[in-house]
């Protein structure tokens, strides 16, 4: 999918926090259109990266990768190792956005450097073919970012956006729940998805209820998380505990 493509059908994709190709595999099997393989947050490393990447990417699930922190070198290297997109969090302003955008495209787009892998592992036009197979999507999670979300995404090398709701709240000082329906809250969601759509780039965000789901869709968003891999084993490990928990309850309390 391109930034060009806006009317194409929504992308639902998931986080993968464990650091487990194992794991890919599944998704993979599951039929997400992207996994975000998550570096900033959790133990993901560089090798552990690298296998579940591939293990995506034979599996025919695009493998994006968020990187810890937005520096040029960490987005090369992700690109490098064979992700089909990178997403870089807190890019608040336009020079950061620049630097990234740079580091994402090779010339004339940008100075990424050539070398080591990618010719050789995924094909020899893939120098020719990289800056519109791969996405460089920043993260709109600041409120300094909104205040520069027009100039961010007029940015050639800039794909779209991943708007971080929790991030973007905190940094407005908002409550960490309910902040969704604060006035604030939605005008700045609604200005930064308005600069992507005007800019004809991808506005991805997380959700958190399928309300909210909805209404993504009918805003127009491009593609959606929803939950990571490690909180779905946990909630429905904990609901599937306490069910039991409670079966065993009742039946010790039997006569
Ligand atoms: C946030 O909500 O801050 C995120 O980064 C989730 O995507
Ligand atoms: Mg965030």
Redesign the pocket.
Known sequence: MTAASRHAPLVVGI?QNFPLPMVSRYLAQQGWDWVILDM?HGCMTTETAYECIHTLRAGGTKPLLRVSVGVPSEVQRALDLGARGVVV?MVNSLAEAQAVALAAKYPPLGHRSLGGDPARHYGADYPERANTDTLLLV?V?HIESVRNVEAIMALPGVDGC???????A?SMGLPRSDYERHPDHRAAMARTLAACQAHGKLAC??TYSMSDVQEKIAQGFDCI?FKSEAELFVSAGAGLLSELRKRAADAGSRP
């Open positions: 986080w900033q969090p993260q999670e991943f708007i971080g709701p929790t991030d973007l905190l965000s997380n998380t």
